[in-house]
């Protein structure tokens, strides 16, 4: 059975640590990479480290947003749940990621469910201390505004996603942002999550992806399970059109 | 030929007055609403009011977000062109809304372009100024904050819209909207936009909005040109099974 968290109890890291993360760990999350070793000791004395099994919730929407969550390994599903019970899933979160800031810095319910894809080893953050850091450090302040952006600008490119590419392009820009390097021209790669899931994350249902992957072959677009190799890249690009989003910061 | 904004020369109130804008005014944004007068009055110094004519560029996509923007009144599409040219609408802006908030507090460059739709009164507020203000107002910072979850909660519930729904569903929801008394089971309304507008808002091509609206039409949706009636709320509500999100602040 799953580790669900509680209230009262959270699950110390099962490294025989201390439940306060240290700096190197809080650092590999992107959004407290640049803080420095003063700031992080006092975010580190709010953080708890919690190590989940597969397919654990975390949250559920509608709870108050009492905690802030880094993923540090494995994969968190953020999904919504429509009246009539059918479930979005609205983004998968990779390790570095975080989740839930918005919700947190306003104080709202929580939009979205949390679930662990995959056994997760998170941070979760008091969400009133954060909030009682933030009143005294601007350099906290800068970093969360950012992130709060940066989780914005994801959305804003999915609604753009959605309404402008077929379930085809769509996969195919998924495929191409799995493939860093963008030098080459082919790309081996592994789907980080199941094709149920994937379907879901991109608003299709499961026959539909596999239409997409179909489609996709023409183009050079390879699959074996969940192992893909893409032969050409260039291709791909030019029938995906992904976006080419500038997220460098003005001076 | 409609107005543009130069980075040199706003165009002045039309009604003679001064470039800044009144407390009265400022207060008709929603993010503002609740501001005490002496915050506004340094708001309101580094604010001026702009009117443009229909279908004026307000800015561009790539710019740097030099500006916070309010719309008291008329509308304001947002959009995002895509390398190949082709454009998304991400979101129509009523009056009382306001744009480019998450893009102006983490100093990226602008992710959406902003027309005008109908003429439109704006007050456009200094990007460096403002946060200026935001280091040592912290009410200022906990209105921002929350307008800026707002916005990103808009994002995530069209993710969930446009993944989860039917562009007949969506367009009732869309309706359902619109008509603010819940109370009553039939309402007349105007289209705020044409419908060219409104299938790009719900991402659909305008022969796909003219199918959905003859699918709601045996639901009680009577339309002649920008005029919709809602004969039986209920029964669209039951079709569209629109969000019930609840964005009441927590304790």
Request: hydrophobic content about 45%; aromatic content about 4%.
């Amino acid at each position: 059975m799953p580790t669900q968290l509680s209230e009262t109890a959270f699950p110390v890291d099962q490294d025989g640590g201390s439940a306060c993360p240290d700096l190197a760990l809080l650092r590999q999350a992107a959004v407290f990479r640049d803080l420095d070793d003063r700031l992080l000791t006092r975010i580190s004395a709010v953080s708890t480290v919690v190590i989940l099994g597969e397919n654990a919730p975390i949250c559920r929407q509608g709870e108050p947003a009492d905690r802030f969550y880094l993923l540090i390994s494995g994969q968190v599903a953020l999904s919504n749940t429509a009246p009539n019970g059918t479930s979005a899933v609205v983004e998968v979160i990779p390790p570095g990621g975080h989740f839930m800031l918005p919700t947190v810095l306003a104080r709202l319910p929580l939009l979205m469910n949390a679930n662990t894809v995959a056994e997760s080893r998170l941070i979760a953050i008091d969400a009133t201390a954060l909030l009682n850091l933030l009143q005294t450090e601007s350099a906290l302040a800068t970093a969360l505004l950012r992130a709060e952006a940066m989780d914005f600008r994801a959305m804003v490119r999915q609604v753009c996603d959605l309404k402008l590419r077929t379930t085809a392009q769509r996969l195919g820009c998924y495929l191409l942002e799995l493939s860093k390097d963008r030098a080459v021209n082919t790309a081996s790669m592994r789907l980080p999550f199941d094709k149920r899931l994937l379907a879901a994350r991109l608003g299709c249902r499961q026959e539909n992806l596999s239409r997409a992957f179909a489609a996709l072959r023409s183009l050079g677009v390879e699959t074996h399970g969940s192992r893909v190799i893409l032969h050409d890249i260039a291709r791909l690009r030019d029938y995906s059109e992904p976006d080419d989003f500038t997220d460098v910061e003005c001076a």
